[in-house]
């Protein structure tokens, strides 16, 4: 009878990601600005950390691997493997540390929990930035400094995502707190 346990847990866990996905792909066109050289903020945002307070880490981690290339089926920017991992895979990967991270931090103060989810936008920004600078340097300014110019295009719209999802993460924390338990493997441990 373990066996039927573990499969229907399975098997809604796929249920949730995918469910997540296709709410996370359509709201991405609920956008509030679109820079001109990619990168927007949009309504995706909630979803996405909705995401990662409910899944376990390889619930995560499936939501970030397919959601990374379903941003990029929608907004297909490609200068070669490097600037498509930093700017996909890795810098979706990077929120996972919402996850593994709140689960640590969820019994103390909010503020520790905000500044979990504004290091883990943190880390996107740095991926991000860096591949402005190695692949996009030739949309700078001439004589600008490429650091500073791909910092301020891309905080120009994930600082903002990253605020909007502070106020969801909150937001869905303190509407449903019953809901969501934020301990590790919430869907694997019924």
Do not use: C
């Amino acid at each position: 009878m373990k066996g039927v346990a573990w499969e229907k847990s399975y098997f809604k866990k796929i249920a949730l990601v995918a469910l997540l996905l296709a709410l996370a792909a359509a709201s991405r066109r609920f956008e509030i600005f679109r820079m001109p050289q990619g990168g927007s903020v949009n309504l995706s945002v909630v979803f996405v950390v909705t995401a990662y307070i409910i899944l376990d880490v390889k619930g995560s981690f499936l939501f970030a691997v397919i959601y990374s290339f379903i941003v990029f089926a929608m907004e297909p920017y490609y200068r070669g493997v490097v600037q498509f991992l930093l700017d996909y895979p890795l810098a979706q990967m990077s929120l996972i540390m919402i996850k593994l991270n709140l689960t640590r931090v969820v019994k103390r103060s909010k503020i520790a929990q905000g500044l979990v989810i504004l290091g883990a936008f943190s880390v996107k920004l740095f991926l991000h930035t860096l591949s402005g600078v190695i692949f996009f340097k030739d949309f700078a300014p001439a004589g600008k400094n490429l650091w500073i110019w791909s910092l301020s295009y891309n905080a120009s719209y994930t600082i903002p995502e990253a605020l909007l999802a502070l106020v969801a993460y909150f937001s869905i924390t303190i509407k449903f707190r019953s809901l969501f338990a934020l301990r590790g493997g919430d869907i694997d441990e019924e």
